[in-house]
């Protein structure tokens, strides 16, 4: 399995914007999906974004309806990067941000904690009114 490691959380204002990344160990060759969640606090984890790795997946993207058209997910095969740029971010986009990878296929239509078996520590992100 891959690690991960995110960076480039923090805190602004409403409207403001932010980019995560997120390292990973190993060859995002070897993944199948790799994702954006973020959990609020008292709230479940809630899928974000997801982009689709294998070879036959040609780029799929998966955007959650809460941050389509501001979100963006991507990927630096060489050097095995998944970032998340955050535009026009909001008070309700504050959240622990996690990056997560599976080398399984993942069939959920909505992406799901359980469908991934690696995470990285996760990283902060606070956006004010």
């Known amino acids: 399995r891959v690690q991960l490691v995110e960076s480039g959380g923090g805190s602004v204002q409403a409207g403001g914007s932010l980019r995560l990344s997120c390292a990973a160990s190993?060859?995002?060759?070897?993944?199948?999906?790799m994702a954006w969640f973020r959990q609020a606090p008292g709230k479940e984890r809630e899928g974000v974004a997801a982009?689709?790795?294998?070879?036959?997946?040609?780029?799929?993207?998966y955007y959650d309806d809460s941050v389509k058209g501001r979100f963006t997910i991507s990927t630096d095969i060489a050097k095995n990067t998944v970032s998340l740029q955050m535009n026009s971010l909001k008070p309700e986009d504050t959240a622990m941000y996690y990056c997560?990878?599976?080398?399984?296929?993942?069939?959920?239509?909505?992406?799901?904690?359980?469908?991934?078996?690696?995470w990285g520590q996760g990283t902060q992100v606070t956006v004010s009114s």
């Open positions: 982009v689709y790795t294998s070879a036959s997946a040609n780029g799929y993207t």
């Open positions: 190993g060859d995002i060759d070897s993944t199948t999906v």
């Open positions: 997560a990878a599976t080398d399984s296929p993942v069939i959920r239509v909505v992406i799901h904690p359980a469908d991934f078996p690696s």
